[in-house]
Structure formats: C-alpha cells, structure tokens
C-alpha cells in the first residue's frame, strides 16, 4: 500500500491534465476526417441523416470503384496527375534549395546577404498577384496546359532555400575545411560531405513540398484547362460541377487524396522534426 502511494505521488498532475486536454482537442479536430471517411462509405440520403451514424448500415465499397473508373471522369487519372506533379516538384525542390542552400550558406561572393535578403523579401509577395506573368511567360514557352505549368512553380520555393541553408550553416566548417586540405572541390564538398548530413532537412523539406504539390489548387485551375491533365484537388470538383452534387463521390475522393499525405508524414515524422529544429538552430 505504501508502495502505491510513492507510485502516486511520483504522477505529476499538471502534465497529466495538458495531456488530456490536448487529447480532447485533437479527437475534435478530428471527427471532420471521420465524419468524411464514413460518409464515403455512404449512399446518398444516409450521409446527412441526424443523428449522425458513424458506422454505415450499408457499406457502399462501390463509392470507390466508381469513381475510380468513372466514364466521364475517372478519378486513377487523376491520382496519376498528382503523382506525376508532385514526384516532379519534390525532385525539383530538392535540387534547387539544397544548392541554392549550400550557395548561399558556404561559398563567398559579392552581394550574397543582399540576395538572399531579396530572395526573403519575395516572401511579402501574395501568390495571386504572379499568376497573370507566370500565365503569360507560360503561353510564350508553350507548356500552358501541360503538366510542367503546375510543377515549375513548385520547383522553386525561397521556403526551402532558407530551410535548407540554415541548415549547411549549422555544419561545422571544420569539415570543409579538411576536404579542401585533401584536394576537394565544392562540388565534392558538397555531394559526399555536406549533403548526406542534411538528411534530416532534406526529409522535412520533401514533406512540405510534398503536401505544398499534392494540396496544390490554384496553379491547376489557372494553368490546365484538359480534364485529362487535371489532378486530384481538381478531379474532386469535377463532381460538384455535375447536374446532381454527389456527395459519395466526393468524400470517397476527398478520403483517397488525404491517405498519401498521412502515410508520408507517419513514415517520416521523426525526420521531419529533427530537420526542423536543427534547421533553426543557426543564421
């Protein structure tokens, strides 16, 4: 009994009280995505019925099919579109932040903060207000209405240029430093020394950008016009646009586009949140 009682005390009763509070908030924030989920198991009259019924009388698996194969707007294609644009981005971002990154974090030349200041600066700029240039600069090149319209602007992000150098600026430069002792070059440098230990920032940017492409909606609805190119964010509307709104097929798809942005960020968690936090500890 006396041993009971230590254990007790030992319980912290702050810690215990924000845990459940925390708790509760986020089975709240929550409950939209479950509403979601059972609703695209749903026929139509069931999913706004009251009380809400959270487990289906009739499972409806055919909500899915059917808008997979749709005749009219068959939604695998547009999980291909998003797939393709986003691989696309990610790949994209990557290579550009990370060089532009180690650019501006290890190597010297003139006007370096003042560019980089620059770069920030363009943070002020509201998206909206580049699409008119970026859709007249996208006719002229000739890939209006073509996949790269949407992934180009992914590519390039002043986010991931400052995440990625504020990361190379917390490697020792005692490192590079060796390198150049031994011969090497930056580009060495930076492919066999610096890079394989931005692994942590590499993967938190690749989830960001990931998440950025894939929930993407305003460079697709300004940049495509075939239906054949349209991605998920897209593919979703086409059935509210539809004589009659139903309501099945858009929770089935609403549930199919949200399962890849879980499944990346459940698989590279621990990697985000460290790239995030040792990508902040020095500028």
Request: proline letters at 5%; charged letters at 15%.
């Amino acid at each position: 009994m006396i041993k009971l009682k230590g254990i007790i005390k030992k319980i912290e009763v702050k810690p215990l009280i924000l845990t459940s509070i925390l708790l509760f908030f986020g089975l709240i924030l929550l409950l939209p995505f479950a509403w979601m989920f059972s609703a695209s198991f749903k026929p139509e009259l069931e999913i706004f019925s009251f009380p809400v019924n959270w487990i289906p009388e009739n499972i409806m698996i055919e909500n899915y099919t059917d808008i997979l194969f749709h005749a009219t707007s068959p939604f695998y294609i547009y999980i291909k579109n998003s797939i393709i644009i986003s691989l696309g981005a990610v790949l994209g971002i990557l290579f550009v932040s990370s060089t532009a990154g180690y650019a501006f974090a290890k190597l010297e030349f003139w006007g370096k903060n003042l560019l980089f200041l620059t770069f920030l600066a363009t943070l002020m700029i509201p998206h909206h207000v580049t699409l008119i240039p970026r859709f007249i600069l996208f006719r002229f090149l000739g890939i209006f209405d073509t996949l790269w319209a949407v992934i180009f602007p992914n590519m390039f992000n002043v986010l991931g240029i400052f995440l990625m150098r504020q990361f190379f600026m917390g490697v020792p430069e005692e490192l590079s430093e060796s390198a150049k002792i031994d011969g090497a070059n930056h580009y060495q440098i930076f492919w066999k020394i610096v890079l394989p230990l931005a692994k942590p920032a590499l993967i938190s940017l690749t989830i960001l950008s990931f998440v950025w492409s894939w929930n993407d909606y305003i460079n697709p609805l300004v940049f495509l016009t075939s239906r054949r190119l349209y991605p998920i964010t897209l593919g979703i509307q086409t059935f509210l646009e539809m004589d009659m709104v139903r309501y099945r097929y858009v929770m089935a798809g609403a549930s199919i586009a949200i399962i890849p942005i879980i499944i990346v960020f459940l698989v590279a968690q621990k990697y985000f949140i460290k790239g995030v936090v040792t990508s902040g500890l020095k500028g």
